[in-house]
Every structure is written in structure tokens, then in C-alpha cells.
């Protein structure tokens, strides 16, 4: 207790200098838990749209289904089993079939996944009622990224080439129903959604599918010849992406507490070296060098409090406007991202990640102020009085 | 008189380049309870020295030196500090105040390493702060005070524990001669009235004529032990 006492008095008889570092490590304190808040609250989100836009309550896919090789979608085609049919009447499970094709916008010539889906589903957020739109073309709607890169727009028309079961090309109109926005970009790129019957019809699969998408209203039951997997499985990719994104950027982070960590280090070493008198004469009124380099050490690692502190009385409004308003990003599209990703990104901001930053940025201070004052235990008290310790 | 600082045959190196340079040569001789006394001679005499070595804040190469009963070069760091912390008090040249804290802060400084309550500690620092006529200037900073009010400030830092001892190096060395002789006349006083033991480095002449000891030193080695019995002050 009485080292705390006499390390804050050292602290605050410092003046300016001392609320400078404060400052410096405050920014760095509301910066960390910011950006750490933007990642939590993007996984979040990432998440959350995952299961509105493509997932739902989980997914039974074919055994042979492997959504990175293309090849296994023709194997993985198979007739839905006859267990599931009064749920797909009732929108309890949606089968979904998927096939190659291609698309010739303006003459060129485009890669597709089709995906067939039941107009009338709700599982998911894509605006499949489009598809009942009666047209002489193949209905089909895309997400808006797809449409841009593409530059295709609502109610174009254009060829679509795909192979039925046996091998054999067919070709046929399009007519594009709908365009909608979507932050997943899993159900936007390089996709055409069309009525699951008519996809069947084309491609000579009547009854089949490689995936059938679950309600939470449904029971998960054990099916020959299909996986089921959970949400958590089919977002795994998902978080270990965003992941991968925040260690890209924790590096601001880094940059932010080295430049804190690097202040205090500077003023601690400063500090020593311009306060030898000070350290002799602390060790000549009965404090030991242990309990000198333990003083400057908590000195330091006070700056972490104070920056605490601060740091709450301006960080504090900041978080709020984090966590309620959120962050807009006009400019990103996160189909360019190949993750999940809203306009506006919310914070996410825990106790936990508060609570551990403090601990973290408060463990790096002491060590950084610990370093300079290691010097003191070298210190010969009769030289360090008259200043000429160092 | 109790004895209680006993120095026996003390010799005290210290390095240069490859050899040694001897500071203290065979120094011995004792200091008892209640002395006024001073190590006097010119700079290099090994004043210093001695008196870093009876603070315990230095160890001797050859000889003992025992302050209250402990053997000065035997103790551990934290029994060394221990000793400083409760029977030691400092007093420098250049007063060595804690420049951020403000007068009273400086002063309670000793007390707070000595456990003691705040109420203690107010009512312990308040009276030493009124034996050295510096109540007026508790929530002054080092910085905002004079020479004299500095070195005054450091007696009652020194003396705020009740120390048995009192270890003055060059005290009187960055002050005018009125200041110097007010610094004085309150360290006598404080000797008489509390019988507190002061031990002097000197080569100051205000000083050496309230001694009422002067050992003199000369190239580390006592040359002359002189009880003073009227001092000149």
C-alpha cells in the first residue's frame, strides 16, 4: 500500500509528462478493445447472417457433397429421401439442388453454380417468391454482386448453357427475376438461384438433391447416404476467416500499445537515469534496491490505472456509439472479402474482452517499466546520491 | 556514555583501473550517545566515505565498523536498510528532497516506511515541521523554497523518526552563513533537547565552531581527536 502511495505521488508530482503517457495508453486501451469489439461483433454478425442467408438450422448434405470441388456435384445428386417429404411440403426442410452452367452476358462467357430452391421456402432470406413470376425464360434470381459483375440488371435476358444428368449440353433462356442484396457472399458470387422443380426438370433429376436445408422446428434424424451438419460446423470456415482477418489486423493494435509501451519505456529510462539522486536517497531513508526497482516499477505500471481511467471517460461515449450505431463502410463490398460482412459493423464489446485488455495492457506496462528499472539493483547508493550512479 | 558507533582498524579501497585507491587507511575510533562531533579535513580526506560506511550504506574492505550492536559490513541489505530506516538519519549537500512531493510529503517520506498511521504520521511531521519553523510551508514544493528552507526541510525529514543517530554530509555547503548558522543552531538544539547523536563531514569553519568533537581526517587517516569542551558557538 505504501509503495502505491509513493509511487502515485512520484506519478502525478510528474505533471504534463505523466498525463501525456496516460493519454498515449489510453488511446491505445480504447483503440484495442474497439477493433478487438469490431471482430467480435463481425464474427457475430458473420454468423448471424450465415444462418439468415445460406444455413439456417443446419445442413444435411449428400456424402459424396463437397462444396470446394465441383466435380462431386453430379455424384452427390440423389434422390431425396421419402422420410423428408411431408417436411418439405411444409417448409421444414428445403432441398436444394446444385449444378454447373454457363452464362453469356453481352457474348461473354460466365462459370455458374445453379441452384434450384422452392420458390415458396422461407428457411432463408433470399427472395426466392420472385421465382413464381411466370415468364417464357427460365426465372432466376442473383445477388447484386453477381448482377454488377456480371453487369446484368433486373429483367435481362440471356442464354444459359448446363449438361442434364446423362452428359448431354442444353441451352435455354434466363430471364433474371430479381436482384437482391446479401452480405454472404456464398449465396451471391458466381450464382443463379432458380425453382427447384424446374432445375430438376432440366437437368433430368426429378426428386433429387444434394443438400437439404433444416428448420429449427426439426428434429435431426439419422439418414443413409446423408451428413448432417450443424451451424457451427458450416460456420467453422467462416470464424476461422475472420480470424485470419484480425491477426492482419491486430497489427494496428500492436502499433498502437508499442507506441504507449514505448513512452512509458522512454520516461521510465529517462526517469532513472535524471532521478538517481532521488533512488539514493529513497535507499539511504531505509528502502532496499528490491524495493526501489518495485517503486519505479509500480510507478510505471500506473500508468496503466490512470489510463484506465481516462481512457473510460472518453472511450466510454465511443463504445456506446460502437455497440448501438455501428461503423459504415460504404465502400466495402464483402463479396471482395470472401467473409460474411454488413454495411455497418457493430462492436461487440464484453466484459471479458474489456476486462482482459486491462489485465494485458496493465501485465505489459509493468513489464516495460520492470526492464529500465532493473538498473537500479546495480545502482552503488553512495554514488547514486551524488547523481553519478549511471 | 553508551557506545554506538564502534570503528575498529577500518581500511576502505576502492578500485582504479587495474590497482586500488585507499580511502580510509586503519581508521578507529568510536562515537557514543548524544555527540555533536565532526570528521573534518579537505576533500579526499575520506570523510565521506566514513560517514557512508557508519550509514551502512557502503561496506568497509578490511576492519569492522559496528553501528547499535550490528556489524555494519555483516548485514544483509535488508538489514542494513532496516537499520537506516529506523535508527539513521541523513542529512546532505544538496538536501536530495523528493522533488514532486511537496514539503509534508517529503517529510512523512521515513514514516511511511515505518508503518505508521496516517494520524501518526500527520502529528509526527507537523511537530518536527514546527521544531524547524517550516509549518507555513507544508504544501510547498522543494522548488519554491529557498537554500535554507530546503536544508531545513531535510533535518526534519531526517529527524522525524527519532533517529539515534544523525549523518550530515557537507550540510552547510550550498548555504549562506546566516542560513548556515540557522541550520546549525537548530541541529544543536534538536542534540540537546533529544539527545540525538550528529556526526558532521566538514571542512566548513561555520560548522567545525558549534562542534563540540572534531576528528580530523587527513589522506584516510585520523590525524587528531580533539573534544571540544566550549565550543566557539
Known sequence: MKLIKTAFRSLIGNGLKTWLNVFVLSISFVMIIIMQGILQGWSKQAIEDAVRWEIADGQYWQEKYDPHDPFTLDSSTMQIPEVFATDIKNHLIEPVLITQGTIYPDGRMQGVLLKGIQPDQHLLEIPTDSLNKVTDEIPVVMGAYMARQAKLKLNDVLTLRWRDRNGTFEAADIRIVGVFKTTVPAIDVGTLWLPLDRLQMMTLNEGCANVLIKSPEKEVVDIAGWNFKTTEKLTETTLLMVKTKSIGTSVFYVVFLLLGMLAIFDTQTLSIFRRQKEIGTMIALGMTRKQVVRHFTMEGSLYAILALAFGAVWGAPLFYYMVEKGITFPAVEAADFGIPMGDTMYAVITPGLVIGTVLFIFIVTALVSYLPAKKIAKMNPTEAIRGKAL | ?233
Not at chain 2, 517529503?106 to 515505518?114: C, S
Not at chain 2, 504520521?121 to 507544508?138: F, I, N, Q, S
Not at chain 2, 510547498?140 to 533535518?155: D, H, T
Not at chain 2, 546566516?178 to 566548513?204: C, G, P, R, W, Y
Open chain 2, 1 to 233: 556514555m553508551k557506545t554506538i558507533v564502534d570503528v575498529k582498524s577500518l581500511t576502505k579501497n576502492f578500485p582504479v583501473g587495474a590497482g586500488f585507491f585507499t580511502a580510509l587507511k586503519d581508521v578507529s575510533l568510536q562515537f557514543n550517545e548524544g555527540e555533536f562531533a565532526g570528521l573534518v579535513g579537505p576533500s579526499g580526506s575520506g570523510k565521506t566515505t566514513l560517514l557512508n560506511i557508519i550509514g551502512s550504506l557502503d561496506v568497509p574492505s578490511k576492519g569492522e565498523v559496528v553501528v547499535l550492536q550490528r556489524s555494519v559490513g555483516k548485514l544483509s541489505p535488508k538489514e542494513a536498510a532496516k537499520l537506516r530506516k529506523e535508527e539513521l538519519g541523513f542529512i546532505f549537500q544538496s538536501y536530495n528532497l523528493l522533488p514532486v512531493y511537496t514539503v509534508f510529503e517529503n517529510v512523512e517520506f521515513p514514516l511511511l516506511l515505518l508503518n505508521m498511521t496516517a494520524e501518526e504520521r500527520k502529528e509526527r511531521v507537523m511537530e518536527t515541521l514546527k521544531w524547524v519553523g517550516l509549518t507555513d510551508k507544508v504544501k510547498s514544493r522543494p522548488a519554491q523554497l529557498s537554500g535554507g528552507e530546503c536544508q531545513r526541510v531535510a533535518i526534519a525529514r531526517a529527524m522525524v523518526k527519532r533517529p539515534v543517530l544523525v549523518l550530515a554530509d557537507e550540510p552547510t555547503a550550498n548555504l549562506d552563513s546566516k542560513n548556515s548558522h540557522n541550520i546549525l543552531q537548530t541541529m544543536l538544539k534538536l542534540n540537546e533537547e533529544l539527545k540525538t547523536s550528529f556526526v558532521f563531514a566538514t571542512h566548513d569553519e561555520k560548522v567545525i565552531s558549534y562542534l563540540k568533537r572534531i576528528i580530523r581526517l587527513e589522506d584516510g587517516k585520523v590525524v587528531a581527536d580533539e573534544l571540544i569542551a566550549k565550543p566557539s558557538k
